[in-house]
């Protein structure tokens, strides 16, 4: 490790418990997405004390943040994204409070250097855990001077390439017409009906399916009474597929099932998305190999090859727009499974102390990596531009 690298590991060791303490703060006053004003306050706060400049709120979410620190030299502008929604009875079970610690530290070691070019930013993203702030952060276009993205998440692998699927969050209402059960049912449209027939389809169609695509669907509208011909049924689905491609061709099939469904009954049926959809993360590989050189400069050798993630992240709408990564970082042994409270509980204690000062370390490096050298960066645009086409 050369010696700007020393500085900015042991920077980020001086940082590192301010950043505890804002993550423990955290992590025992957990809040719901889209609710978390004591969290975005702990963390900019301390972005505020080192000089940070905090905007607040961010494209029009009153829990998004952005801090932006201006370097000493003309240069790119690196983004770190905090996230800090826990999940409902668990807490962080996900661990977004070292998470937006981490960025928040790994931000504010680099600020230390006077030779530190370009800008450094931090992005306050809320509600990853439900519609997913960041994609709105992108849709207003919060991303379009960020050369790169930055952030880490716990888990029980170091692993620096992860990919995740493509999610589309879907609404089917199905309308009928009211009529009473029993003395002239024939004068309705059974809206239920049609319903239990789209879950059947769906049924049949998942028995065709490839194994990587995924549907989950709940009914949250049945009707209000046995002895009333239900004239209002809703589902909810989620559609999953490895590609936002292959995901936009599930779509369809399912779309077409409702459709067909709601025709043998003479019903009419709506669908929206009632959560935002979120693309596949694209892991940048540039970036991902210089975080793993860092890991391994600072003495982590058990380093796993890349992972594919069962869950869907906000971040994929971000890796469309810059290179990004989402590595994970050892929290202990069974932390392959979040949200649960054992999850939560590891994250408050010293084993998640101990991973957040690797997770603010090993961000810094590379960070630096993308602001001092542009050779990289360009390499790691030119692999995105590539995978769009």
Request: glycine share 8%; net charge neutral; with cysteine.
């Amino acid at each position: 490790m050369d010696a700007v690298k020393m500085f900015f590991r042991d920077q980020a060791q001086i940082v590192w418990k301010e950043a505890w303490q804002a993550a423990h703060k955290i992590g025992t006053n957990p809040e719901l997405g889209y609710q978390e004003y004591f969290a975005v306050e702990t963390l900019t706060q301390l972005l505020k004390n080192h000089g940070f400049a905090i905007e607040r709120p961010a494209a029009d979410l009153e829990t998004a943040f952005i801090a932006r620190y201006t370097g000493h030299q003309p240069g790119p502008c690196l983004a770190f994204l905090a996230e800090y929604d826990a999940l409902p009875g668990i807490g962080h079970g996900c661990g977004h409070n070292l998470i937006g610690a981490a960025s928040v530290g790994a931000a504010i070691a680099l600020s230390k250097s006077l030779e530190l070019p370009g800008e450094i930013w931090v992005v306050g993203s809320p509600a990853e855990e439900t519609s997913g702030g960041k994609v709105t952060l992108v849709n207003h276009g919060v991303f379009d001077k960020v050369d790169a993205a930055l952030m880490f998440h716990p888990g029980s692998q170091n692993v620096s390439e992860i990919s995740s699927l493509a999610l589309d969050a879907l609404e089917f209402v199905f309308q009928g017409k009211v009529a009473h059960a029993v003395a002239a049912p024939h004068h309705g449209i059974n809206a239920l009906d049609a319903l239990i027939d789209f879950f059947n389809r769906i049924n049949l169609l998942k028995k065709k399916m490839d194994p990587d695509l995924y549907i989950n669907g709940i009914i949250t509208e049945g009707g209000a009474s046995p002895n009333v011909i239900p004239e209002r049924a809703v589902a909810r689905f989620y559609l999953r597929a490895r590609q936002r491609k292959t995901l936009n061709a599930l779509r369809k099939l399912v779309i077409r099932c409702a459709q067909d469904a709601a025709s043998v009954v003479s019903a009419k049926v709506t669908w929206s998305n009632f959560e935002h959809s979120y693309d596949e993360l694209l892991t940048n590989r540039t970036l991902a190999n210089a975080f793993e050189k860092n890991l391994r400069e600072l003495g982590v050798n058990t380093i796993s090859p890349p992972q594919s993630a069962m869950g869907s992240v906000d971040l994929g709408n971000v890796s469309r727009v810059v290179p990004a990564i989402h590595p994970y970082l050892v929290l202990g042994k069974g932390m392959d499974i979040p949200h649960t409270r054992e999850f939560s509980r590891a994250c408050l204690s010293s084993s998640g102390e101990r991973l957040l000062l690797l997770a603010i370390q090993s961000l810094a490096l590379t960070g630096w990596d993308i602001l001092s050298d542009p050779v990289l960066l360009n390499h790691a645009k030119r692999e995105l531009k590539a995978y769009r086409g």
